[in-house]
């Protein structure tokens, strides 16, 4: 199960953080995450930029970009985007990664979510990401 630290939408716009829950010592990296328009509209288009990098390991082919729109019960996986086929993999350690994804907002989204982005490999033994970002939406 995975805890996390919210953060706050308010007129300052929507702010990204770590996400946390995860065990000692592996924690992922902080993705940095902007997002466009804001506020943002349930059944219209979102535009992520996103950048990152992992300094102690080079990312691997298989790893995938994911955007999650998350209600208070359940969740709405928006996108996975396969993130070699935007750039050269293995990404090597140290290496800055950035991509931009648009995508439609779930229309029955309801008032209160969270946002997670996170890249994580596609394998069944994988339960960590490598780079993380999440923001709550509402109160």
Do not use: R, W
Request: net charge negative.
């Amino acid at each position: 199960t995975l805890l996390i630290v919210n953060a706050k939408h308010d007129k300052g716009g929507i702010e990204f953080k770590a996400c946390e829950g995860f065990p000692k010592d592996s924690f992922p990296v902080l993705l940095n995450v902007t997002v466009a328009p804001d506020p943002i509209k349930p059944g219209k288009d979102l535009t992520f930029s996103i950048s990152g990098s992992v300094k102690d390991f080079d990312i691997p082919i298989g790893t995938y970009l994911h955007i999650l729109f998350i209600p208070s019960s359940g969740y709405f996986e928006s996108l996975d985007v396969d993130i070699c086929s935007d750039t050269q993999c293995p990404i090597k350690a140290g290496t800055v990664y950035s991509t931009t994804q648009t995508v439609t907002v779930p229309k029955n989204l309801p008032p209160n979510y969270s946002i997670m982005v996170y890249e994580m490999v596609f394998a069944p033994d994988a339960t960590i990401p490598y780079t993380c970002a999440i923001a709550t939406i509402g109160s």
